[in-house]
């Protein structure tokens, strides 16, 4: 169920029913490590359908590693996104794979994570998931990672509040995007605005930055178009 975290260390699969926790790294790691680290460890979680995972993911996952100072930057592969339509999501198997191979290809690819734990916890709620990872990891300090093209929609989340309260969130920049994740009241949501230099040395809930970093045009759902056009 929701409420149970399961111990289990590096399990290299995609396919989350055949086991009590996924979790498959880039590099060898032990993801039960993170709930146990004494030190305060940074971690930034980018949540996603993946669907598919593109050169796009990769660019807004290394300019967070480095802005924000990281230790590790975990991909959150979704079961389904709850504001998004099943029709044209790619089964889990292959979003998870995609995710991993972009991971890979990523400058900071040591420092990258993909993890199918909604999958295995049986969640598609951002909020949820955070908050079972702020109970078992407590001295970690987190950071919610998404692009503007999402800020402008997070009112519609699942207590997006409660999103900022656990963690600070990094906004970065998606083509056409900027006024609009500005403007809009998923800003309002994330909490006090601060300059990108400023929010990395304590990570502070409620506090949220925008990366502006040069742009990447790449899109799933412009994949997917010349996908079904051949």
């Not at 039960?32 to 995972?53: E, K, M, W, Y």
């Not at 409660?162 to 056409?176: E, H, K, M, W, Y």
């Not at 930055?209 to 079904?228: D, T, W």
Request: aromatic share 8%.
């Amino acid at each position: 169920g929701q409420g149970k975290w399961p111990d289990q260390g590096v399990i290299m699969t995609a396919r989350p029913q055949a086991f009590t926790h996924v979790f498959a790294p880039v590099l060898t790691h032990v993801f039960a490590r993170v709930f146990h680290d004494p030190r305060q460890l940074r971690i930034g979680i980018f949540g996603g359908s993946f669907n598919p995972a593109h050169s796009g993911h990769g660019h807004i996952a290394d300019l967070a590693v480095r802005h924000l100072r990281l230790d590790e930057l975990w991909w959150l592969v979704s079961p389904q996104n709850p504001l998004k339509t099943e029709t044209g999501m790619a089964p889990y198997d292959e979003r998870f794979q995609s995710a991993l191979t972009m991971a890979r290809q990523c400058r900071a690819a040591r420092r990258m994570r993909v993890s199918g734990l909604e999958a295995s916890l049986g969640t598609n709620q951002s909020a949820h998931t955070l908050g079972m990872i702020r109970q078992r990891a407590p001295r970690a300090k987190l950071a919610w990672i998404m692009g503007a093209d999402n800020l402008i929609g997070f009112h519609r989340w699942y207590r997006p509040e409660s999103i900022a309260a656990i963690s600070a969130i990094t906004v970065i920049n998606r083509p056409g995007c900027r006024s609009a994740a500005l403007a809009g009241t998923g800003a309002k949501l994330a909490g006090r605005r601060l300059p990108p230099r400023r929010l990395p040395p304590g990570l502070r809930t409620r506090q949220w930055c925008f990366i502006q970093g040069p742009l990447n045009h790449l899109s799933a759902s412009a994949i997917r178009m010349q996908q079904n056009s051949h």
